[in-house]
């Protein structure tokens, strides 16, 4: 083979060979995508559980504050710790202005 046919060979072949290099670009470029979405997804489940994690704890939060906080512990709480009592009317002063 001659100097001459050999390049004319090789410039023939210069836009097959920059195909692959772009098919095989593409390539890398998808595989690389993927993981990058699949990675994504994985750290949104996370999040999405620890969201729902934290709304169940706040839904229990809720329901213990209600339970601290009703009128008929309150009331109970203040006759045993406080020795506080219902005042009688002959007691209840009321004040205008």
Do not use: C
């Not at 390539?27 to 990058?36: D, E």
């Not at 559980?49 to 329901?63: A, I, P």
Request: charge should be neutral.
């Amino acid at each position: 083979m001659s100097w001459p046919t050999f390049l004319e060979h090789i410039r023939l072949d210069f836009p097959v060979l920059v195909m692959a290099l772009l098919v095989l670009v593409s390539s890398v470029a998808v595989v690389y995508t993927k993981h990058a979405g699949r990675s994504e997804f994985v750290a949104q489940q996370q999040l999405e559980n620890r969201r729902d994690q934290l709304n169940e704890e706040w839904g229990k939060l809720l329901l213990e504050q209600s339970t601290w906080a009703s009128p008929a512990r309150v009331e109970q709480q203040s006759r045993s710790r406080l020795n506080m009592q219902v005042p009688e009317q002959s007691q209840i002063v009321v004040v205008r202005p």
